[in-house]
Structures are given as structure tokens and as C-alpha cells.
């Protein structure tokens, strides 16, 4: 069975930093690319990072770039979203994605002073 567990998120005031972390297991990690997305309220959802298995390639969003940084660690089978200096446009669900198919729960992200 796939599971890729969000942690990490929550309420933070403009300019400051999360980290969000997505534990996977069921599938083998280390081949497979990775992703984190967003869904603000109303609104579709969208790819704000991606990582490649071969040589962790990475691809960003333009809203996003400068700012957050997407790795992964494939002995603990985890990718991250390390997300600076952050705005209340980033306010969204982020979801942790395996292969473009696989999806985690989704966790909330509230950008507010």
C-alpha cells in the first residue's frame, strides 16, 4: 500500500520560513520522481516543485523560485519543501506526489500576520 505522510505545516507570519517533510513508503523511493503541489482555496491545483530520481534534477514554479527548495533524502525515503521568506499567496494545501499518480493527504499552509 502507498502512503506519503505530510508534516510540517501550519501558521506562519509573512517573511517566515516551514519546512515541509513527506515520508514515503509502499513504492520503491529512490527511482521514482518526486513533487509537492498546492490547491488555494477556489483555485486549481498547481506543481510548485518537482525533484528527479537520476541526478535530483529540480524544476520550480516561477511564483516560488528564489524562495523554496525542494531535496530528498532516499535512505529515509523522504522529500522536502524547504519554503523562505514566505507570503500570504502561498496560502494553500500542499501535497506531497510519487510518480505524477501517487498522493499524500495534503497539509495546510497559512501565511498570516
Known amino acids: 500500500q502507498v502512503r506519503l505522510v505530510e508534516s510540517g505545516g501550519g501558521l506562519v507570519q509573512p517573511g517566515g520560513s516551514l519546512r515541509l517533510s513527506c515520508v514515503a513508503s509502499g513504492f520503491t523511493f529512490s527511482p521514482s520522481n518526486m513533487a509537492w503541489f498546492r490547491q488555494a482555496h477556489g483555485k486549481e491545483r498547481e506543481l510548485v516543485a518537482s525533484i528527479a530520481s537520476v541526478g535530483s534534477s529540480t524544476n520550480y514554479a516561477d511564483s516560488v523560485k528564489g524562495r523554496f527548495t525542494i531535496s530528498r533524502d532516499n535512505a529515509k525515503k523522504t522529500v522536502y519543501l524547504q519554503m523562505n521568506n514566505l507570503k500570504s499567496e502561498d496560502t494553500a494545501v500542499y501535497y506531497c506526489?510519487?510518480?505524477?499518480?501517487?498522493w499524500g493527504q495534503g497539509i495546510q499552509v497559512t501565511v498570516s500576520s
Open positions: 506526489n510519487a510518480r505524477r499518480y501517487f
